[in-house]
Structure formats: structure tokens, C-alpha cells
T-cell receptor, first 109, second 116 residues
Framework: GQNIDQPTEMTATEGAIVQINCTYQTSGFNGLFWYQQHAGEAPTFLSYNVLDGLEEKGRFSSFLSRSKGYSYLLLKELQMKDSASYLCAVLDSNYQLIWGAGTKLIIKP | GAVVSQHPSRVICKSGTSVKIECRSLDFQATTMFWYRQFPKKSLMLMATSNEGSKATYEQGVEKDKFLINHASLTLSTLTVTSAHPEDSSFYIC????????????FGPGTRLLVL
């Protein structure tokens, strides 16, 4: 079956760095997405990785290792507004998105 | 950038009535649209995939007669929840994909449905 695992909840301090991990087992792979979702809102796109390595975009970076079926989202200089759920999703061989359950990130002052 | 709108953003209805939710791609043509449902503190659950001009493909366990999907044009898809019941209360989100960028989905803002 297809499976995406990510921690349910994480807590970090304002100004610090946090890494949210995602492991996946899917039928085929056409890329991995990270989305941010605030409570009561739709997901917003953060990153897309299809090749191995690190993609940096401002305070957010995303890493992919296809051989390990592993990705992480790195958030630096955390701000209170970063409190949200972070969803990992993999595009499978049929170009369908397979979603993880999301990681709720709590930022404390 | 690509914008997807949904209407209404919030709806409250009585049990037994039908509710229609619209999803529009405002500045691009969406060859494929997706309808998701999300329960509180849970991830998105794909309900169906619709391609313009053809019947929607429903995921296992989703009743096609209960959740009617119409993708009449390249910019509009509708989801009708027929004979709604309280257990249909949820957050419904649509997303759209273009033919030229098949790896990217653009999400609408979501519709919160509450059935009394």
C-alpha cells in the first residue's frame, strides 16, 4: 500500500530552527510537496522536490532523498505566524497526490 | 499566479437539503480538478477527480450519487452534496491542475459545510 509518515505534532521556540521529517512508500514517484495549512484554511504551496538534494527558499528549505524515501522541511528563524500544520504529499505514478496526515507545529515565545 | 476560488466559503443547511459548491480557476484553464474533504485535525481525503467534459472518477468509498460532480468547462467544477446529513459536515477543498504543469495543484480556499 501507499504510506506517508510524519510526526503528529512538534513544538519549537520563536527564533529557533525546526526540522519536520517525512518518509514515504508509494507506487511510483513524481515529486514530493510540502504545504502549509493554517487552521480553517486551505493548504498553501511551500516546496516541490523531484531530484535529490536541498532546495532553499528564504527561511524554508526542503530536502529529498529518493533512495531513502525521505524528505524534510527545515524552517529557520521561526516566527509565531509559522504555527500551522505542515503537510507532506507525494505525487505517485498516476500523478495523484498521496497525503500525509500533517504535522502540527506549535511555536512558543 | 494561478488562483482558484470557491463559493460559498461557508454554508449552513438543514438536513435533507442539497448544497452546491462551486470551484473556479480564475486565470488559467484547469484540465483536471480535484475535490477533497478534510475532517478536523486530519489530512486531506481525495473524493474524486474530474476532467473537463467527462465523468468524474470517484475514490473508493465515496458515493457518486451522494456527491455529484460536474466539470462543465475548463474553469468551473461543481460539487453538489445531495440530501445532506450532519455527518456530511466537513471542510471541502477543491484544487485545479493545468495540462502544462501536471505536477502542480492550485488549491481553492475551501468551503465549510455545517448540516444541522
Amino acid at each position: 500500500g501507499q504510506n506517508i509518515d510524519q510526526p503528529t505534532e512538534m513544538t519549537a521556540t520563536e527564533g529557533a530552527i525546526v526540522q519536520i521529517n517525512c518518509t514515504y512508500q508509494t507506487s511510483g514517484f513524481n515529486g514530493l510537496f510540502w504545504y502549509q495549512q493554517h487552521a480553517g484554511e486551505a493548504p498553501t504551496f511551500l516546496s516541490y522536490n523531484v531530484l535529490d538534494g536541498l532546495e532553499e527558499k528564504g527561511r524554508f528549505s526542503s530536502f529529498l532523498s529518493r533512495s531513502k524515501g525521505y524528505s524534510y522541511l527545515l524552517l529557520k528563524e521561526l516566527q509565531m505566524k509559522d504555527s500551522a500544520s505542515y503537510l507532506c504529499a507525494v505525487l505517485d505514478s498516476n500523478y495523484q497526490l498521496i497525503w500525509g496526515a500533517g504535522t502540527k507545529l506549535i511555536i512558543k515565545p | 499566479g494561478a488562483v482558484v476560488s470557491q463559493h460559498p466559503s461557508r454554508v449552513i443547511c438543514k438536513s435533507g437539503t442539497s448544497v452546491k459548491i462551486e470551484c473556479r480557476s480564475l486565470d488559467f484553464q484547469a484540465t483536471t480538478m480535484f475535490w477533497y474533504r478534510q475532517f478536523p485535525k486530519k489530512s486531506l481525503m481525495l473524493m474524486a477527480t474530474s476532467n473537463e467534459g467527462s465523468k468524474a472518477t470517484y475514490e473508493q468509498g465515496v458515493e457518486k450519487d451522494k456527491f455529484l460532480i460536474n466539470h462543465a468547462s475548463l474553469t468551473l467544477s461543481t460539487l453538489t452534496v445531495t440530501s445532506a446529513h450532519p455527518e456530511d459536515s466537513s471542510f471541502y477543498i477543491c484544487s485545479a491542475r493545468t495540462g502544462t504543469s501536471i505536477e502542480t495543484q492550485y488549491f481553492g480556499p475551501g468551503t465549510r459545510l455545517l448540516v444541522l
